[in-house]
């Protein structure tokens, strides 16, 4: 199911450039080699920040757990998850089911 073009505006319009910058800053600065949790935690941290709860589970990795959060809209509707961005690189929204 592909999204709708207002639903793709809507996402647009509600970024923050400049938030989505700092946020990438700030994950940019931490050393994480790879398989260490370094960004991994410092984004579990910022996602903690603003109020959304973090799951880490260690999938394949148990030094460097995933980071897992959820936001539900209490509505019906597609949901859309980012997995392993070592693995896919690009968020695709075409499989998304609705509900």
Do not use: M, N
Not at 7 to 13: G, K, L, P, Q, S
Not at 39 to 68: I, K, M, N, T
Request: aromatic share 4%; net charge negative; with cysteine.
């Amino acid at each position: 199911v592909q999204p709708e073009r207002d639903e793709i505006d809507t996402v647009c319009a509600t970024v923050d450039a400049e938030r989505l910058l700092a946020t990438a800053e700030a994950l940019i600065d931490v050393p994480s080699p790879t398989r260490s949790a370094g960004v991994a935690d410092r984004l579990a941290q910022l996602l903690a920040d603003d109020g959304f709860p973090v799951e880490r589970p260690d999938a394949d990795w148990p030094e460097s757990p995933a980071v897992v959060t959820r936001l539900s809209s209490g509505r019906k509707g597609a949901h859309v998850a980012i997995q392993r961005p070592s693995r896919y690189r690009t968020l695709d929204l075409r499989g998304a089911q609705r509900h």
